[in-house]
């Protein structure tokens, strides 16, 4: 067994631990608990495909697998087929969501007939041509963080978890530094719908806590993010908060807020998704204060095991990978978090 990958017993104990700092977001013990067992039920369906003594050929394909945290994510997905040993895993070298690369490369893999392609699409009518010829060939077509119809299976992590934790993360914030009539800025992603409990939680939870939310606009990199900091700042030079959908837009929104020469601790700056530069700004101390780290050497092992579960039907086919609270509050998780980006 690899000595860079957990034991399933380890793992559990060491998700466990880390949902132990999630004291503020609403759904927590049973929500957590349940989401431990359908990832251990995950990893023995992995198994008992792998104990049928077959040789398995899973392909993974990300629209932006340049990321930090994608390439991060295909690490441990590598780290779990090699652990099991009847695995082989496949990648393509999609990249800034370029559609024609992503077609080139599912293609070659419906075409070779492997037993199992998870994608990340791009466009989905693009790809349902292709889904369907896979589906025809008998290869199994699960989808990676957005569904698609008629899918066999659906790999991604907990938005509504996420939005939560930044969100109560912010409030306790507000309420411990005492801010009068706080006022945020939120930004979104709204061409991706099922993207949207990252913020629509955020809203409901900033309302029920009065923080008023000043602004909401599209963003997911990091120049986008520094574009909306910057001209909301200066609209709003006493904002308190900024939401981002996820670490890149933050990260970016991190530099408006430096430039405008705020004092770190007069404002609140949070993402999602726990990335490599995200974990690096929270671990710094300053403004940017927390990200919901999705548990990244989960994610990657369940590529691998939902994949072997849709073949072999030995297990789940959907699920989602837990999330959790990225701050300075607890630095044993926090570190633990950012040497997963560490080969």
């Not at 503020?24 to 990893?43: F, G, H, V, Y």
């Not at 930004?187 to 991706?192: K, V, Y």
């Not at 430096?258 to 601790?265: M, Q, R, W």
Request: hydrophobic share 45%; proline share 3%; aromatic share 6%.
């Amino acid at each position: 067994m690899s000595k860079r990958y957990f034991s399933i017993a380890n793992a559990l104990l060491a998700a466990a631990s880390l949902f132990a700092m999630v004291t503020l977001s609403a759904p927590a013990s049973a929500q957590d608990a349940n989401a431990l067992a359908k990832i251990r039920e995950t990893r023995a369906g992995g198994q008992k495909a792998c104990a049928t003594g077959k040789k398995f050929r899973i392909a993974y394909s990300h629209s932006v697998s340049e990321a930090a945290i994608v390439k991060a994510v295909r690490r441990f997905a590598d780290v779990r087929a090699a652990e099991l040993g009847c695995v082989t895993m496949l990648h393509d070298n999609t990249q800034a969501n370029n559609l024609e690369q992503q077609i080139n490369a599912v293609q070659s893999w419906v075409t070779q007939g492997v037993d199992a392609i998870v994608v990340t699409p791009i466009d989905e009518r693009a790809l349902k041509p292709l889904q369907v010829q896979a589906q025809k060939k008998g290869i199994k077509w699960l989808t990676y963080l957005g569904k698609m119809d008629q899918s066999d299976g659906y790999v991604s992590f907990n938005h509504s978890q996420s939005g939560q934790i930044v969100a109560n993360a912010a409030v306790k914030w507000v309420k411990d530094n005492q801010i009068k009539d706080p006022i945020a800025l939120v930004t979104t992603l709204t061409g991706l719908p099922s993207l949207s409990p990252r913020w629509t939680e955020v809203e409901r939870i900033f309302a029920a806590n009065g923080i008023k939310i000043v602004a909401k606009q599209d963003s997911a990199d990091q120049t986008s993010g520094l574009k909306v900091a910057e001209t909301v700042l200066k609209q709003y030079p006493n904002l308190n908060i900024i939401i981002g959908l996820n670490d890149d837009s933050a990260v970016g929104a991190l530099r408006a807020v430096e430039l405008a020469g705020i004092a770190p601790n007069k404002i609140f700056v949070a993402g999602q998704d726990g990335s490599q530069e995200g974990l690096a700004a929270v671990n710094k101390g300053g403004a940017y204060k927390a990200s919901a780290a999705i548990l990244i050497n989960e994610l990657g092992a369940s590529i691998v095991d939902q994949a072997l579960n849709a073949v072999a039907g030995t297990g789940p086919t959907v699920v989602e990978t837990p999330t959790v609270l990225a701050s300075k509050s607890d630095q044993a998780s926090l570190d633990k978090l950012i040497k997963n980006y560490q080969p």
